[in-house]
């Protein structure tokens, strides 16, 4: 279903019923995410900042039942004293993505993911390039210049975006492994600000679609996966709820009532009432 | 020769034996060497090759993974 073309949106002939068994614990048939040779039975993407401690996050990740994670590159802290991340990842069952937060330009990205994929010893780059400090929104020009020379040097790019329907079939051609158009701004929690593009995205590219940046609840994600897309990034929404697992617990039901919604197929909105009961044969109509 | 280089270590001098190397470095800082990426002088420096003398001036950036979105 993740390939689907636009006029199988919503309107996939039925599979078979699920079994009762299947039904009790939620194991409806669907196909996995696949970016680059990772295969993901879970489509949520989590972030690993701004968690109140490094043990509230391993809590939260397993709760959403992740298995993919980004991470930032950063100087390493030289009085030996902080604690290392990735003690606190499986990493047998949760992919690293390193990040290249904090550029603004292509040439200090490709540098971000080249040193990313040296400490990872992992292809997978999510390409973030940014215009300035303060809109936080992705530069689109560098965005596709460094996902051109990243692609060129091996990496399998998946670069965050605007939610342009043409800027991200130019960076499909350029070669990215996937898109990652913004919701609405990093951290914001504006939810989906674009449905519209969104869905033309998903509906013009053949590459997974992954909705970045902006969520900030559960129904949010799931309205991103009612549009069809493949996967959900996100961190803040996470990180800094009051109960970080909790809400990682609600996420996982928010992406799967999502994904089943769009396979489901939902009706066509219609502007009058239509009656759920038979019309006819009720008793006030019949007459005595 | 003399006894000693000044490299500069993620920004911050720093003085090495004439000897030293990557290893040597990134021992005496008690890093572990798979979770971390040498650069020296803009160039990745791959995990084969930590062995390589250093050199006065050098410019190394040692980074590793933190928590990011």
Same mark, same amino acid.
């Given at each position: 279903? !993740?390939?689907?073309? @636009?006029?199988?949106?919503? $309107? =996939? #002939? *039925?599979?078979?019923?699920?079994?009762?068994?299947? &039904?009790? %614990?939620?194991?409806?048939?669907?196909?996995?995410?696949?970016?680059?040779?990772?295969?993901?039975?879970?489509?949520?993407l989590l972030g !690993?900042?701004?968690? @109140?401690?490094?043990?509230? $996050? =391993? #809590? *939260?990740?397993?709760?959403?039942?992740?298995?993919? &994670?980004t %991470?930032?590159?950063?100087?390493?802290?030289?009085?030996?004293?902080?604690?290392?991340?990735?003690?606190?990842?499986?990493?047998?069952?949760?992919?690293?993505? @390193?990040?290249?937060?904090?550029?603004?330009? *292509?040439?200090?990205?490709?540098?971000?993911?080249?040193?990313?994929?040296?400490?990872?010893?992992?292809?997978?780059?999510?390409?973030?390039?940014?215009?300035?400090?303060?809109?936080?929104?992705?530069?689109?020009?560098?965005?596709?210049?460094?996902?051109?020379?990243?692609?060129?040097?091996?990496?399998?790019?998946?670069?965050?975006?605007?939610?342009?329907?043409?800027?991200?079939?130019?960076?499909?051609?350029?070669?990215?492994?996937?898109?990652m158009?913004?919701?609405?701004?990093?951290?914001?929690?504006?939810?989906?600000?674009?449905?519209?593009?969104?869905?033309?995205?998903?509906?013009?590219?053949?590459?997974?679609?992954l909705v970045d940046?902006?969520?900030?609840?559960?129904?949010?994600?799931?309205?991103?996966?009612?549009?069809?897309?493949?996967g959900v990034l996100l961190n803040?929404?996470?990180?800094?709820?009051?109960?970080?697992?909790?809400?990682?617990?609600?996420?996982?039901?928010?992406?799967?009532?999502?994904?089943?919604?769009?396979?489901?197929?939902?009706?066509?909105?219609?502007?009058?009432?239509?009656?759920?009961?038979?019309?006819?044969?009720?008793?006030?109509?019949?007459?005595? | 020769?003399?006894?000693?280089?000044?490299?500069?270590?993620?920004?911050?001098?720093?003085?090495?034996?004439?000897?030293?190397?990557?290893?040597?470095?990134?021992?005496?800082?008690?890093?572990?060497?798979?979770?971390?990426?040498?650069?020296?002088?803009?160039?990745?420096?791959?995990?084969?090759?930590?062995?390589?003398?250093?050199?006065?001036?050098?410019?190394?950036?040692?980074?590793?993974?933190?928590?990011?979105?």
């Amino acid at each position: 279903m !993740t390939q689907s073309k @636009p006029a199988d949106l919503g $309107m =996939r #002939a *039925a599979d078979p019923p699920p079994t009762d068994a299947e &039904v009790a %614990v939620g194991l409806l048939s669907d196909s996995p995410l696949r970016i680059g040779r990772h295969v993901f039975q879970s489509r949520l993407l989590l972030g !690993t900042g701004k968690y @109140p401690s490094h043990d509230v $996050m =391993r #809590a *939260a990740h397993i709760a959403s039942g992740t298995e993919c &994670v980004t %991470v930032a590159v950063r100087r390493v802290d030289l009085s030996g004293r902080e604690k290392s991340l990735l003690d606190w990842i499986d990493r047998s069952r949760i992919t690293l993505l @390193p990040n290249t937060a904090g550029c603004f330009d *292509a040439d200090e990205a490709v540098r971000v993911a080249r040193l990313g994929r040296e400490a990872g010893l992992s292809e997978l780059v999510k390409l973030e390039v940014l215009a300035d400090p303060l809109t936080l929104l992705p530069d689109p020009i560098a965005t596709l210049d460094a996902t051109r020379r990243l692609v060129k040097e091996g990496f399998v790019v998946l670069p965050y975006c605007s939610d342009d329907p043409i800027l991200c079939r130019r960076l499909e051609e350029a070669g990215a492994a996937a898109v990652m158009p913004l919701g609405s701004p990093i951290g914001s929690g504006q939810g989906i600000n674009n449905p519209r593009n969104i869905r033309a995205i998903k509906e013009s590219l053949h590459v997974p679609v992954l909705v970045d940046a902006g969520v900030g609840t559960p129904s949010d994600v799931t309205i991103a996966f009612e549009l069809g897309v493949d996967g959900v990034l996100l961190n803040t929404a996470v990180a800094q709820a009051h109960d970080p697992a909790r809400m990682g617990a609600a996420m996982r039901h928010a992406w799967i009532a999502g994904r089943h919604g769009f396979l489901a197929g939902r009706i066509a909105k219609s502007d009058h009432a239509r009656p759920s009961s038979p019309t006819a044969g009720t008793i006030a109509a019949g007459g005595s | 020769m003399p006894s000693t280089i000044t490299i500069q270590l993620n920004g911050e001098a720093r003085q090495l034996a004439a000897d030293a190397t990557v290893r040597v470095l990134v021992a005496q800082l008690r890093l572990p060497v798979e979770r971390i990426a040498v650069e020296i002088n803009q160039e990745i420096l791959p995990r084969a090759e930590f062995d390589r003398a250093l050199a006065d001036g050098d410019k190394i950036e040692v980074v590793t993974f933190v928590g990011g979105g």
